[in-house]
Protein backbone atom coordinates (compact mmCIF):
# COMPACT_ATOMS: atom_id res chain seq x y z
CA UNK A 1 0.00 0.00 0.00
CA UNK A 2 0.93 3.53 -0.56
CA UNK A 3 2.34 5.95 2.05
CA UNK A 4 1.33 9.00 2.48
CA UNK A 5 3.34 12.00 4.46
CA UNK A 6 0.28 14.72 5.89
CA UNK A 7 1.54 18.13 7.58
CA UNK A 8 0.51 19.89 9.36
CA UNK A 9 -0.34 17.40 11.76
CA UNK A 10 -2.44 20.02 14.15
CA UNK A 11 -2.87 24.09 13.44
CA UNK A 12 -4.54 26.19 15.55
CA UNK A 13 -6.11 29.36 13.45
CA UNK A 14 -7.46 32.35 13.51
CA UNK A 15 -11.16 33.00 11.80
CA UNK A 16 -10.82 35.20 8.65
CA UNK A 17 -7.23 33.28 7.57
CA UNK A 18 -6.12 30.28 5.34
CA UNK A 19 -4.56 27.33 5.89
CA UNK A 20 -3.17 25.30 3.36
CA UNK A 21 -2.57 21.24 4.23
CA UNK A 22 -0.59 19.20 2.04
CA UNK A 23 -0.29 15.34 1.26
CA UNK A 24 2.49 13.72 0.06
CA UNK A 25 2.30 10.07 -1.28
CA UNK A 26 5.10 7.64 -1.92
CA UNK A 27 3.63 6.36 -5.25
CA UNK A 28 2.29 7.70 -8.16
CA UNK A 29 -1.92 8.21 -8.01
CA UNK A 30 -4.32 8.72 -10.34
CA UNK A 31 -6.94 10.44 -7.48
CA UNK A 32 -6.96 11.49 -4.54
CA UNK A 33 -9.63 11.87 -1.79
CA UNK A 34 -10.14 14.93 0.66
CA UNK A 35 -12.24 14.38 3.42
CA UNK A 36 -13.75 16.05 6.57
CA UNK A 37 -13.97 14.62 10.14
CA UNK A 38 -16.33 17.19 12.01
CA UNK A 39 -16.08 16.55 15.82
CA UNK A 40 -17.87 13.40 16.96
CA UNK A 41 -18.66 13.09 13.54
CA UNK A 42 -17.96 10.19 10.72
CA UNK A 43 -15.79 11.53 7.66
CA UNK A 44 -17.41 13.60 4.58
CA UNK A 45 -15.85 13.26 1.02
CA UNK A 46 -14.56 17.13 0.25
CA UNK A 47 -13.25 16.26 -3.53
CA UNK A 48 -11.73 14.34 -5.70
CA UNK A 49 -8.20 15.38 -6.93
CA UNK A 50 -6.90 14.03 -10.04
CA UNK A 51 -4.02 14.99 -11.82
CA UNK A 52 -4.35 17.81 -14.89
CA UNK A 53 -8.05 18.33 -14.21
CA UNK A 54 -10.06 20.29 -11.51
CA UNK A 55 -11.26 18.96 -8.34
CA UNK A 56 -14.68 16.94 -8.30
CA UNK A 57 -16.16 18.60 -5.19
CA UNK A 58 -19.18 17.16 -3.50
CA UNK A 59 -22.80 18.34 -2.54
CA UNK A 60 -21.73 20.70 -0.01
CA UNK A 61 -18.40 21.91 -0.57
CA UNK A 62 -17.45 24.95 -2.96
CA UNK A 63 -13.82 25.47 -4.41
CA UNK A 64 -14.07 28.77 -3.09
CA UNK A 65 -13.79 27.64 0.38
CA UNK A 66 -11.76 24.31 -0.38
CA UNK A 67 -9.63 25.45 -3.39
CA UNK A 68 -7.55 22.22 -4.08
CA UNK A 69 -4.17 21.61 -6.08
CA UNK A 70 -2.83 18.70 -7.88
CA UNK A 71 -0.08 19.87 -9.62
CA UNK A 72 1.46 16.18 -9.97
CA UNK A 73 0.67 12.19 -9.30
CA UNK A 74 2.21 12.09 -6.00
CA UNK A 75 1.51 15.33 -4.35
CA UNK A 76 -2.38 17.35 -3.67
CA UNK A 77 -2.81 20.30 -1.23
CA UNK A 78 -6.34 21.33 0.20
CA UNK A 79 -6.41 25.22 1.32
CA UNK A 80 -9.11 25.82 3.85
CA UNK A 81 -10.52 29.86 3.34
CA UNK A 82 -11.43 32.32 5.11
CA UNK A 83 -11.85 30.14 8.19
CA UNK A 84 -14.40 30.35 10.88
CA UNK A 85 -14.95 27.91 13.99
CA UNK A 86 -17.36 25.77 12.49
CA UNK A 87 -14.41 24.89 10.03
CA UNK A 88 -12.50 23.27 13.35
CA UNK A 89 -12.42 19.16 11.59
CA UNK A 90 -9.90 16.82 11.31
CA UNK A 91 -8.80 16.59 7.96
CA UNK A 92 -7.77 13.78 6.04
CA UNK A 93 -6.36 12.88 2.40
CA UNK A 94 -6.62 9.51 0.61
CA UNK A 95 -5.37 7.41 -1.89
CA UNK A 96 -6.37 3.41 -3.53
CA UNK A 97 -4.31 0.83 -2.02
CA UNK A 98 -3.75 -0.69 -5.73
CA UNK A 99 -2.83 0.78 -9.34
CA UNK A 100 -5.57 0.61 -11.92
CA UNK A 101 -9.15 0.08 -11.66
CA UNK A 102 -9.35 -2.81 -9.35
CA UNK A 103 -11.58 -3.47 -6.33
CA UNK A 104 -8.85 -2.02 -3.72
CA UNK A 105 -8.87 -0.33 -0.55
CA UNK A 106 -7.90 2.75 0.90
CA UNK A 107 -5.38 4.12 2.54
CA UNK A 108 -5.18 7.40 4.42
CA UNK A 109 -3.31 10.11 5.91
CA UNK A 110 -2.27 10.96 9.48
CA UNK A 111 -4.77 13.66 9.70
CA UNK A 112 -4.16 17.31 10.27
CA UNK A 113 -6.60 18.87 13.46
CA UNK A 114 -7.80 22.06 12.76
CA UNK A 115 -8.85 23.69 15.19
CA UNK A 116 -10.33 28.02 14.57
CA UNK A 117 -10.14 30.57 16.92
CA UNK B 1 -27.70 7.43 -1.22
CA UNK B 2 -26.02 4.87 0.80
CA UNK B 3 -26.21 4.86 4.49
CA UNK B 4 -24.00 3.22 6.81
CA UNK B 5 -24.83 2.40 10.59
CA UNK B 6 -22.84 1.27 13.01
CA UNK B 7 -24.00 -0.37 16.57
CA UNK B 8 -23.40 0.31 19.30
CA UNK B 9 -22.12 4.22 19.15
CA UNK B 10 -19.58 2.96 22.05
CA UNK B 11 -18.70 0.01 24.01
CA UNK B 12 -16.72 -0.71 27.36
CA UNK B 13 -15.48 -4.35 28.51
CA UNK B 14 -13.01 -5.63 30.48
CA UNK B 15 -9.94 -6.70 28.84
CA UNK B 16 -9.89 -10.74 27.75
CA UNK B 17 -13.40 -10.10 26.46
CA UNK B 18 -14.35 -10.97 22.81
CA UNK B 19 -15.72 -7.69 20.92
CA UNK B 20 -18.37 -7.82 18.60
CA UNK B 21 -19.02 -4.35 16.34
CA UNK B 22 -21.90 -4.18 13.78
CA UNK B 23 -22.17 -2.58 10.36
CA UNK B 24 -24.80 -1.98 8.12
CA UNK B 25 -25.59 -0.46 4.74
CA UNK B 26 -28.60 0.47 2.61
CA UNK B 27 -27.27 0.00 -1.07
CA UNK B 28 -25.72 -3.68 -1.10
CA UNK B 29 -24.09 -3.15 -4.97
CA UNK B 30 -21.28 -2.45 -3.28
CA UNK B 31 -17.92 -3.17 -4.62
CA UNK B 32 -16.12 -3.90 -1.09
CA UNK B 33 -15.95 -2.88 2.88
CA UNK B 34 -13.33 -2.15 4.63
CA UNK B 35 -12.76 -1.56 8.63
CA UNK B 36 -10.37 0.89 9.92
CA UNK B 37 -9.38 1.89 13.02
CA UNK B 38 -8.90 5.54 14.56
CA UNK B 39 -7.32 6.96 17.67
CA UNK B 40 -8.29 10.07 19.30
CA UNK B 41 -7.03 12.92 16.48
CA UNK B 42 -5.38 10.99 14.66
CA UNK B 43 -6.14 9.40 11.02
CA UNK B 44 -7.27 6.07 10.08
CA UNK B 45 -5.72 2.38 10.34
CA UNK B 46 -6.92 -0.28 7.69
CA UNK B 47 -7.62 -3.45 9.18
CA UNK B 48 -9.77 -5.53 7.03
CA UNK B 49 -10.86 -5.23 3.09
CA UNK B 50 -13.87 -7.83 2.16
CA UNK B 51 -14.36 -8.33 -1.26
CA UNK B 52 -18.12 -7.79 -2.16
CA UNK B 53 -17.64 -11.95 -3.24
CA UNK B 54 -15.78 -13.10 -0.20
CA UNK B 55 -18.00 -14.02 3.00
CA UNK B 56 -14.40 -12.80 5.67
CA UNK B 57 -11.40 -12.13 6.12
CA UNK B 58 -9.38 -12.89 8.99
CA UNK B 59 -6.14 -11.01 10.40
CA UNK B 60 -4.86 -12.17 13.93
CA UNK B 61 -7.35 -11.72 16.53
CA UNK B 62 -9.39 -9.89 14.12
CA UNK B 63 -12.34 -11.51 11.57
CA UNK B 64 -14.65 -9.50 9.69
CA UNK B 65 -17.82 -10.99 7.99
CA UNK B 66 -19.90 -9.80 4.96
CA UNK B 67 -23.17 -10.45 4.20
CA UNK B 68 -23.93 -8.63 1.59
CA UNK B 69 -27.55 -9.74 0.32
CA UNK B 70 -28.31 -8.11 3.79
CA UNK B 71 -26.04 -5.25 3.98
CA UNK B 72 -24.12 -6.79 6.95
CA UNK B 73 -20.64 -6.64 8.29
CA UNK B 74 -19.75 -7.70 11.65
CA UNK B 75 -15.76 -7.08 12.74
CA UNK B 76 -15.04 -9.83 16.14
CA UNK B 77 -12.01 -8.40 17.88
CA UNK B 78 -10.73 -11.80 20.00
CA UNK B 79 -9.36 -11.57 23.31
CA UNK B 80 -9.67 -7.67 23.80
CA UNK B 81 -6.44 -5.70 24.92
CA UNK B 82 -6.23 -2.32 26.27
CA UNK B 83 -4.29 -1.13 22.98
CA UNK B 84 -7.97 -1.92 21.09
CA UNK B 85 -9.23 1.25 22.75
CA UNK B 86 -10.26 3.22 19.95
CA UNK B 87 -12.74 3.75 17.64
CA UNK B 88 -13.67 1.38 15.01
CA UNK B 89 -15.24 2.67 11.58
CA UNK B 90 -16.62 0.63 8.77
CA UNK B 91 -17.06 2.20 5.13
CA UNK B 92 -18.48 0.63 1.90
CA UNK B 93 -17.49 1.15 -1.51
CA UNK B 94 -19.49 1.59 -4.28
CA UNK B 95 -18.43 3.53 -7.63
CA UNK B 96 -15.38 5.13 -6.74
CA UNK B 97 -15.97 6.65 -3.14
CA UNK B 98 -16.27 5.66 0.83
CA UNK B 99 -19.15 5.72 2.69
CA UNK B 100 -18.61 5.19 6.60
CA UNK B 101 -20.12 5.05 9.14
CA UNK B 102 -20.63 6.96 12.41
CA UNK B 103 -17.93 4.45 14.27
CA UNK B 104 -18.41 2.38 17.36
CA UNK B 105 -15.65 3.92 20.22
CA UNK B 106 -14.41 0.92 21.75
CA UNK B 107 -13.21 1.37 25.40
CA UNK B 108 -10.98 -2.49 26.81
CA UNK B 109 -10.59 -1.99 30.75
CA UNK B 110 -7.46 -3.52 32.39
Known amino acids: SAVISQKPSRDICQRGTSLTIQCQVD?????MFWYRQQPGQSLTLIAT?????????ESGFVIDKFPISRPNLTFSTLTVSNMSPEDSSIYLC??????????????FGSGTRLTVV | KQEVTQIPAALSVPEGENLVLNCSFTDSAIYNLQWFRQDPGKGLTSLLL?????REQTSGRLNASLDKSSGRSTLYIAASQPGDSATYLC?????????FGAGTTVTVRA
Open chain 1, 94 to 107: SVPSGPGAGNYGYT
Open chain 2, 91 to 99: AVKDDYKLS
Open chain 2, 50 to 54: IQSSQ
Open chain 1, 49 to 57: ANQGSEATY
Open chain 1, 27 to 31: SQVTM
